[in-house]
């Protein structure tokens, strides 16, 4: 078998979102074909254990005028693949949006393409109106790349089956798509299941910049924190993660009795130890939002809204996971998981429901379905 070239847009070294699927993918693949893996990222993440990867440079402003496309990988692949079509068989793509320009081109040089979409990206570029979306205005050009990769690619692979239905609805259906999950990075253990004995704490986490987990909390502040406050008055919150923004201060310095804001935490674990039950509020943008895994890979209860949920389905049915989307429903699971009975065999159960869908050899074996459709 020839080598796989597996191009990484993000950074694989950082634990957050993209970059942590990133490198279960990586690591995924490596276990399965050791040896002949070689990975492409960005040449300022190729540092300390990623040192040795292959550098995808920056480009200058005008290479980015007169370069043909919204990103830096197309003409650095090509180059690339110029000088070394001889050794790959595969090319795995991570983002619809960067595989769209550049699928004629490498299957041009005899390659087949693996495209991995994290998100149903048109739908995740209207959700986060910020500067890197071009306030949504990016959209457009999302389409036409998304569309392209999924129309073209040998085969999709998705995080969870509300995307697959979502890229069938927008884009037509493929016999190719398969269901490719998120999952741990490794096969390391997970971390020790410890108990808190002494407060009822709800933890929020995630990264507190982002429009998407902004927008999740002021919803909780303005449609649900109300309820809290006034029937769960022995639980208070913990909101913790990277750079909250102000409007995420204000809500917990005007509540600082019941919220403590942790920003930027050295060890997110042990935050989390702190909690008996983890809340997503995230109710924006598609994918499969990781801060979940967070709590149940520690074992938490968790109440997600319900489009943190997706992809959680394995979960719906147990008495530890509550979905909401409005107060009555936020009523319902909140008070269900309080009242359940806290102690370390709940915490236990959950982290082995985790570990058979979220574990690494489950990931792996799923990633090796999709490469199979290849052959």
């Known amino acids: 078998m020839k080598r796989i070239l597996f191009i990484a847009p993000d950074n694989m070294g950082k634990r957050k979102g993209g970059g942590l699927a990133m490198k279960a993918y990586y690591n995924a693949l490596c276990h399965l074909y050791p040896g002949m893996v070689d990975a492409v990222m960005p040449e300022e993440y190729c540092v300390n254990q990623y ?7 920056k480009r200058n402003l005008w290479q980015m005028i007169t370069g043909g496309s919204m990103h830096r990988y ?3 692949i090509k180059n690339y693949l110029n000088n070394n079509k001889e050794k790959y068989h595969i090319c795995v793509i991570n983002g ?3 595989a769209g320009d550049m699928m004629d081109m490498i299957h ?10 994290h998100n149903f990206e048109r739908e995740y570029h209207l959700d986060n109106k910020d500067l890197w979306t071009l306030k949504g205005h990016y959209a457009g050009f999302v389409v036409h790349n998304e569309k392209r990769a999924y129309k073209k690619a ?6 969870t089956n509300d995307d697959i239905k979502l890229f069938e609805n927008e884009y037509g259906k493929r016999d190719n798509n398969c269901l490719v999950g998120v999952f741990e990075p490794d096969n390391n253990p997970l971390p020790v299941v410890k108990m808190n004995e002494e407060e009822n704490i709800i933890g929020i986490t ?3 910049n982002s429009l998407q987990t902004q927008e999740g909390i002021m919803d909780l502040k303005y449609n649900y924190y109300f309820w809290i406050e006034k029937n769960l008055r022995d639980w208070n919150l913990i909101i913790a993660g990277r750079d909250p923004s102000e409007k995420i201060r204000d809500f917990a310095s005007a509540n600082n009795d019941r919220i403590q804001l942790i920003p930027n935490p050295d060890d997110m674990s042990q935050v989390i130890d702190k909690c008996r039950i983890f809340l997503c509020p995230t109710n924006v943008g598609g994918g499969l939002k990781l801060r979940v895994m967070d709590g149940l890979r520690q074992g938490l209860p968790v109440i997600a809204h319900k ?3 997706r992809g959680y389905d394995p979960f719906l049915k147990t ?3 509550a979905v909401y989307d409005n107060l009555d429903s936020f009523k319902e699971g909140l008070t269900k998981l309080t009242k359940m009975d806290y102690n370390i065999q709940l915490k236990k159960h959950i982290q082995e429901e985790y570990t058979k869908l979220f574990g690494f050899e489950q990931g792996t074996r799923r990633m090796r379905k999709c490469v199979q459709i290849l052959d």
């Open 74 to 76: 197309k003409n650095f």
């Open 319 to 321: 008495d530890f996971f």
């Open 96 to 98: 619809g949006i960067y």
């Open 307 to 309: 489009i943190s949920a």
């Open 108 to 117: 041009g040089f005899g390659l087949k393409i693996m495209v991995i979409h």
């Open 154 to 159: 040998d085969v999709n692979c998705f995080l």
């Open 51 to 57: 040192s040795h990867l292959i550098k995808a440079p």
């Open 206 to 208: 995630g990264s507190m």
